[in-house]
């Protein structure tokens, strides 16, 4: 029985795959080896990471890019304080923590310095000075004449980061703008200014800016004329009135009293006063019209700054504000320059170091946003137009081919206070303490020396 069964043919479904597996046995071997040959399938790990950077495969994942500004690394910014260098001071004021540095006239000596000039100087002057820097710069912009000056001085000369600049800390301001004084307006850079002149132990202080730290120096002195001895006023970014301005304004006004006087001595007309009265109504309609207008205008502007104010505290802006850091930063010292091949690693890494404070960015912002949102009163003169009210000894340096602030400015400056000295150094640009230190201690040495120096003495000649 069992003989028999084995000798029967398959079942119809057996006997259909058995010629199936005869077939595939027939195939050509290049068929068989293209489906046997070939890699396994990768795994979702695998396809999700590149080739060699799948976690535990053995092999480290590439780096991640770094965020760069000017060359500083983003990703590892410092608190100021850890910036800081070895000659580095903190004084707070109104809860802002400002970077300064001092230099004593007696610093030298005890280094075997000039120690003659140094006692010569200190016996005529001994009035400290406090040195303003300009937009964008910090304490690092006198560093080549902080020593110098103090010996010509014969007295201690500071230097301090203006909020927003430098190592001086970063305040965070928010849409609650109700604080007494903002540390990025130039009210607060005034008060700070007099502030170290207290700090100092002096009753009153040369004041020498940069660029826009002469607005500082000067809005420091309209504060307390009494406390300021002296301006020095370098590549100054006040702009003077140009000439003619106030003759044209005193020629206006003699031509309106002559128009007037000439109507109280005209005959009586009656048609001419019911044209007068005429007028007058259409003036007075006119008026209401201009005030409605300049309401609507107020009005607008208001809301437009609230929306610029909105922006610039939004990631978008900073994000912008390191983008032109990066772009222009750099180039922008450099055209600062005469001579911009001559700018050396060492000041390109000055300028650039407080990129590494962390809120570098948003400090800038801020400080913008103080200047469109200046809460100064209405009535208050502008600046350039008190000018002529200066009473102390002023000197105001430029260079010859300022590309920033050019020198025809600082020429209507000098001429616009009564008595100022015009000092034009030649073949340099927008940093005179720093692209020519030698020609700018020299000039202030012989303006000091003229304004509080003894003629029969040369006082500053050794110090410089």
Same mark, same amino acid.
């Given at each position: 029985?069992?003989?028999?069964?084995?000798?029967?043919?398959?079942?119809?479904?057996?006997?259909?795959?058995?010629?199936?597996? =005869? /077939?595939?046995?027939?195939?050509?071997?290049?068929?068989?080896?293209?489906?046997? /040959?070939?890699?396994?399938?990768?795994? $979702? /790990?695998?396809?999700?990471?590149?080739?060699?950077?799948?976690?535990?495969?053995?092999?480290?994942?590439?780096?991640?890019?770094?965020?760069?500004?000017?060359?500083?690394?983003?990703?590892?910014?410092?608190?100021?304080?850890? %910036?800081?260098?070895?000659?580095?001071?903190?004084?707070?004021?109104?809860?802002?923590?400002?970077?300064?540095?001092?230099?004593?006239?007696?610093?030298?000596?005890?280094?075997?310095?000039?120690?003659?000039?140094?006692?010569?100087?200190?016996?005529?002057?001994?009035?400290?000075?406090?040195?303003?820097?300009?937009?964008? =710069?910090?304490?690092?912009?006198?560093?080549?004449?902080?020593?110098?000056?103090?010996?010509?001085?014969?007295?201690?000369? &500071?230097?301090?980061?203006?909020?927003?600049?430098?190592?001086?800390?970063?305040?965070?301001?928010?849409?609650?703008?109700?604080?007494?004084?903002?540390?990025?307006?130039?009210?607060?850079?005034?008060? /700070?200014?007099? $502030?170290?002149?207290?700090?100092?132990?002096?009753?009153?202080?040369? &004041?020498?800016?940069?660029? $826009?730290?002469?607005?500082?120096?000067?809005? =420091?002195?309209?504060?307390?004329?009494?406390?300021?001895?002296?301006?020095?006023?370098?590549?100054?970014?006040?702009?003077? @009135?140009?000439?003619?301005?106030?003759?044209?304004?005193?020629?206006?006004?003699?031509?309106?009293?002559?128009?007037?006087?000439?109507?109280?001595?005209?005959?009586?007309?009656?048609?001419?006063?019911?044209?007068?009265?005429?007028?007058?109504?259409?003036? !007075?309609?006119?008026?209401?019209?201009?005030?409605?207008?300049?309401?609507?205008?107020?009005?607008?502007?208001? %809301?437009?700054?609230?929306?610029?104010?909105?922006?610039?505290?939004?990631?978008?802006?900073?994000?912008?504000?390191?983008?032109?850091?990066?772009?222009?930063?750099?180039?922008?010292?450099?055209?600062? !320059?005469?001579? @911009?091949?001559?700018?050396?690693?060492?000041?390109?890494?000055?300028?650039?170091?407080?990129?590494?404070?962390?809120?570098?960015?948003?400090?800038?912002?801020?400080?913008?946003?103080?200047?469109?949102?200046?809460?100064?009163?209405?009535?208050?003169?502008?600046?350039?137009?008190?000018?002529?009210?200066?009473?102390?000894?002023?000197?105001?340096?430029?260079?010859?081919?300022?590309?920033?602030?050019?020198?025809?400015?600082?020429?209507?400056? =000098?001429?616009?206070?009564?008595?100022?000295?015009?000092?034009?150094?030649?073949?340099?640009?927008?940093?005179?303490?720093?692209?020519?230190?030698?020609?700018?201690?020299?000039?202030?040495?012989?303006?000091?020396?003229?304004?509080?120096?003894?003629?029969?003495?040369?006082?500053?000649?050794?110090?410089?």
């Amino acid at each position: 029985m069992l003989t028999l069964l084995s000798l029967r043919p398959p079942p119809p479904a057996v006997a259909n795959i058995l010629p199936s597996a =005869a /077939a595939a046995q027939s195939r050509p071997p290049l068929l068989r080896a293209h489906r046997t /040959a070939g890699p396994p399938p990768p795994s $979702a /790990a695998a396809a999700e990471f590149p080739a060699g950077s799948v976690p535990g495969s053995g092999t480290q994942m590439p780096p991640r890019r770094r965020r760069l500004v000017a060359g500083i690394d983003q990703d590892e910014l410092l608190d100021p304080d850890a %910036l800081a260098d070895p000659d580095s001071s903190f004084y707070e004021f109104n809860g802002v923590r400002v970077h300064h540095k001092v230099c004593a006239h007696g610093e030298d000596e005890d280094s075997g310095g000039q120690s003659s000039g140094s006692a010569v100087a200190r016996s005529q002057v001994g009035l400290p000075i406090v040195l303003l820097h300009g937009f964008g =710069a910090s304490v690092f912009s006198w560093s080549r004449v902080m020593r110098p000056l103090a010996r010509i001085a014969g007295a201690k000369v &500071l230097a301090f980061d203006r909020p927003a600049f430098g190592l001086t800390s970063r305040t965070r301001r928010s849409g609650d703008d109700t604080k007494p004084l903002n540390p990025y307006s130039m009210a607060f850079s005034a008060m /700070a200014t007099l $502030a170290f002149i207290d700090q100092l132990g002096a009753g009153k202080a040369v &004041l020498v800016g940069h660029s $826009a730290g002469c607005l500082v120096a000067v809005e =420091a002195y309209f504060e307390a004329p009494e406390r300021v001895a002296a301006l020095v006023l370098v590549a100054p970014a006040i702009f003077a @009135p140009r000439k003619g301005e106030k003759e044209n304004s005193a020629g206006e006004q003699e031509g309106a009293d002559k128009k007037e006087s000439d109507d109280n001595n005209a005959a009586p007309n009656p048609f001419a006063r019911i044209w007068g009265g005429f007028l007058g109504m259409c003036m !007075w309609l006119a008026g209401l019209v201009l005030k409605l207008v300049m309401a609507v205008q107020d009005t607008v502007r208001a %809301l437009s700054t609230k929306v610029l104010v909105a922006f610039l505290r939004s990631s978008l802006a900073a994000s912008l504000v390191r983008l032109i850091m990066d772009k222009f930063g750099v180039t922008g010292v450099r055209n600062a !320059w005469y001579d @911009p091949s001559k700018v050396t690693d060492h000041v390109i890494q000055g300028y650039t170091k407080p990129l590494r404070s962390k809120g570098w960015e948003t400090a800038l912002l801020e400080y913008t946003i103080s200047m469109i949102t200046d809460t100064s009163p209405k009535s208050r003169v502008p600046v350039s137009k008190r000018l002529s009210e200066i009473s102390c000894p002023v000197l105001v340096v430029t260079g010859d081919t300022d590309r920033l602030v050019p020198a025809s400015n600082a020429e209507r400056l =000098a001429r616009a206070i009564p008595g100022a000295t015009l000092e034009v150094i030649k073949n340099c640009g927008h940093l005179p303490q720093e692209e020519r230190a030698e020609e700018f201690l020299s000039v202030v040495e012989r303006f000091l020396q003229r304004a509080f120096g003894t003629p029969d003495e040369h006082v500053f000649q050794a110090a410089v």
